[in-house]
């Protein structure tokens, strides 16, 4: 296959490059052109003319709401690819899909629907791609689970298509500090303790999203678009390039990444590369690379589980661990950290990451991606310049050493596995007194009623996928920690997740989960639990003997829902340890 191409000055006629939506629109001079004239009067009813019958049709997913700046701007970037998609000689069918914002559902039963919303909005491009024999799939993404969900139809189905993020946010500004929505979270946890008065807690609630994009920090949404772009899924630099300037205006940066796009995606018709071809298991490891290298979040594992599964890849949770001992951390980015994503893309954005790490012989630079180049192709004149700034470190004088990131961990209290991010944290060991809490409202309420005392072990159960059901986000209670000084000093455990903007002693994706049975549902309120970076493992100091014993007595809990989506999510769900995938 020539993988070279630049569509920009292609000269291929739209006819050549329609193959799949003959099947809708049937071809002049066969029988189907005839069967397909019910069909075609209905497109001439939304401005198709004869032409038009001959290009290829684009499937456009957006995923636009006006109830979030992550995403309340796509549908503005909808109509400039769409655009774009004309200019290219073909036409595109538009449509929306769910979106729930993370961040406005945090800490309510609404939270429960996020997870599950990446299947449903999966599945809505499926149906939309599929349904209209479509040619090719462009989908837009902005917050958190729109981002896996724009890929999981192309994998799944082995598509031609590629993605486009919609950006991130630029920083909130307050008292010369750079904000984040989690600085309003843990603005929530300073003034529970007293730290702040209510004027304060207002000033940081208006300052900390100033405009459309996604959460600026390395949280899941920049952290998944940067792992997309390494795996070769969207163009160079989208991942990096900001959303909008602070009058909500689309930036310049976007607008290019909207032509671009449509021009990769007219590549990789003619060319006849598919989603698997360039989603191979090399590309994998450079997205897990690049989430270790940048800090990213722990959803991450759950993510790339999943699209794995989706593509058919063999990866497995411990290939996280296999990677991340070769793999320095070399940003200082938020949360842990004191940059933002725009910081990065003015140094020159991801493609300068990928760069640093392929000089390092991290990345696999030869795996195909979706300007239909490979990797090291489209590095080559990526220049990197670190002088006179500290959010980049060289991989050779790294901010933390390889390994000290994302941590897969196991032990009595997690035989399938869960997820800790260390962020570079020095941390080795941990030791404390359970304290035990059914749900996440409830573990809130003792963090803000001052209740947790250094030392303590917190764990919220029945938050898994199933249990839950949806694994729930666990923002609230991790920020009100760390707003309260306690971050250092008191570890919180959980089967459900964390948000990207999670940082302290916090541990996800138990698995098994408590709702099904797993070690976390037997433990005792007061009992200690050992957390141990050496061994990497959990423990709850108890015999396995006594964990067996109290599971056999053990009553799995009524589900909570008996009809609707989150019933049917909690059926069908797989474990976290698989990536919480419903096929």
């Known amino acids: ?98 979106v729930v914002t993370d961040g406005e559902t945090m800490g309510t039963e609404g939270m429960k629907y996020s997870l599950v919303s990446r299947e449903l909005i999966a599945d809505c491009i499926e149906m939309m791609q599929e349904a209209y ?41 307050l008292n010369g500090k750079d904000l984040t929505v989690v600085s309003i979270f843990e603005a929530v946890g300073q003034y529970g303790a007293g730290k702040i008065d209510k004027k304060e807690l207002h000033d940081v609630e208006c300052a900390s999203c100033p405009n459309f994009g996604a959460c600026g920090g390395m949280y899941t949404a920049n952290t998944m678009s940067s792992a997309i772009e390494a795996m070769g899924m969207s163009i160079p630099g989208s991942s990096s390039s900001p959303a909008a300037n602070y009058d909500n205006t689309i930036t310049d940066e976007k607008k290019e990444d909207c032509k ?54 063999k990866l497995d949770i411990d290939d996280f661990n296999r990677i991340a001992v070769k793999v320095p951390l070399i940003a200082d980015l938020k949360p842990s950290g004191k940059y933002v994503m725009e910081d990065v893309y003015k140094l020159g954005g991801t493609p300068v990451i990928m760069k640093m790490l392929l000089e390092a012989r991290l990345l696999h630079g030869d795996c195909l991606t979706v300007t239909g180049k490979t990797v090291e192709e489209n590095l080559k004149d990526v220049k990197v310049n670190l002088d006179g700034q500290d959010v980049i470190y060289p991989a050779d004088k790294p901010l933390a050493p390889a390994g000290r990131h994302l941590v897969i961990m196991y032990g009595n209290l997690a035989p399938e596995g869960a997820v800790m991010k260390l962020s570079g944290k020095g941390l080795k060991e941990f030791e404390g007194p359970a304290r035990i809490f059914e749900a996440e409202e409830e573990c809130l309420s003792a963090i803000m009623e001052g209740k947790v005392k250094k030392g303590d072990v917190l764990i919220v159960r029945y938050e898994g996928p199933s249990g839950g059901p949806g694994m729930r986000e666990m923002l609230s209670p991790s920020a009100a920690l760390m707003g309260a000084g306690l971050g250092k000093d008191v570890a919180l455990l959980t089967d459900g997740r964390f ?39 959990i423990n709850l100091e108890v015999s396995q003997k006594e964990i067996e014993e109290r599971l056999k007595s053990w009553k799995a809990p009524v589900p909570k829902y008996k009809r609707g989506v989150l019933y049917k999510y909690g059926k069908l769900v797989s474990s976290a340890s698989k990536g919480a995938v419903t096929s």
């Open 1 to 98: 296959m020539n993988n070279s191409c630049n569509c920009a000055n292609c000269k291929c006629k739209p006819s050549e490059l329609k193959s799949r939506s003959y099947e809708l629109t049937g071809k002049p001079g066969t029988d189907g052109w005839v069967k397909r004239a019910p069909a075609r009067a209905m497109f001439r009813a939304v401005g198709y003319k004869d032409k038009d019958f001959e290009k290829p049709i684009v499937t456009l997913a957006v995923p636009y709401t006006n109830a979030t700046p992550c995403n309340g701007h796509l549908r503005e970037l909808g109509d400039l690819v769409s655009s774009e998609i004309e200019k290219c000689e073909g036409r595109s069918i538009m449509f929306g899909t769910p």
């Open 133 to 173: 024999s479509t040619d090719a799939t462009i989908t837009l993404s902005g917050c958190d689970k729109t981002i896996p969900a724009s890929l999981i139809p192309l994998a799944r189905n082995n598509s031609i298509g590629i993605t486009l993020y919609g950006g991130s946010i630029r920083p909130g500004k």
């Open 260 to 313: 671009k796009t449509v021009e990769a995606l007219f590549c990789l018709i003619k060319k006849g590369i598919r989603a698997r071809d360039i989603m191979t298991k090399k590309a994998f490891e450079n997205a897990i690379t690049v989430v270790m290298a940048l800090g990213g979040s722990t959803n991450a594992v759950l993510h790339l589980m999943s699209l794995a599964s989706e593509a058919e890849v």
């Open 499 to 537: 948000s990207g903007g999670t940082h302290g002693i916090m541990i996800g994706h138990m698995s098994p989960e408590a709702a099904l049975g797993g070690p976390l549902a037997v433990v005792r309120e007061g009992e200690i639990i050992n957390i141990n970076l050496d061994s990497k493992e």
